[in-house]
């Protein structure tokens, strides 16, 4: 009897284990959905200012906050720099998305993992009652 309450103990240790491993994962999927949200953000802001710098004529001016100075930067030069700023937001959200399916397919199998643990614990105090 010993030996089974023994056994008992460790799969409900292995189901803590495994509860924790998955809150781990959930608060890294919340907190990709936290960065991914914050990015698509920029990304529309960006893009917003790149159809504005589109409008513009080639002599217009345009400046550039840089802390509390607003400075005159060249039209093409600051086209650049936002189309280089998108290319970038929108690699991170690619790579956002790759690790957002990782995560979630983690989440998936430890999720089985428990269940299984669970069936487990289930079936180990059924043949207990019986007994």
Do not use: C, F, W
């Not at 953000?41 to 893009?47: C, D, K, S």
């Not at 983690?106 to 669970?118: D, F």
């Amino acid at each position: 009897m010993s030996s089974s309450s023994t056994a008992l103990r460790e799969l409900q240790r292995d189901l803590e284990n495994k509860a924790n491993d998955l809150s781990k994962l959930q608060k890294d999927i919340a907190k990709n959905h936290q960065v991914r949200k914050k990015y698509t953000i920029q990304l529309g802001e960006n893009e917003l200012v790149l159809k504005e710098l589109d409008l513009l004529k080639e002599d217009a001016n345009v400046y550039k906050l840089i802390g509390p100075v607003l400075v005159k930067q060249d039209l093409a030069e600051a086209n650049a720099n936002v189309r280089k700023r998108i290319e970038y937001i929108s690699a991170e959200l690619k790579r956002l998305d790759g690790s957002l399916q990782d995560l979630e397919e983690k989440q998936h199998s430890k999720r089985e993992a428990i269940l299984k643990v669970q069936q487990r614990i289930q079936s180990h105090q059924a043949g207990k009652a019986k007994a």
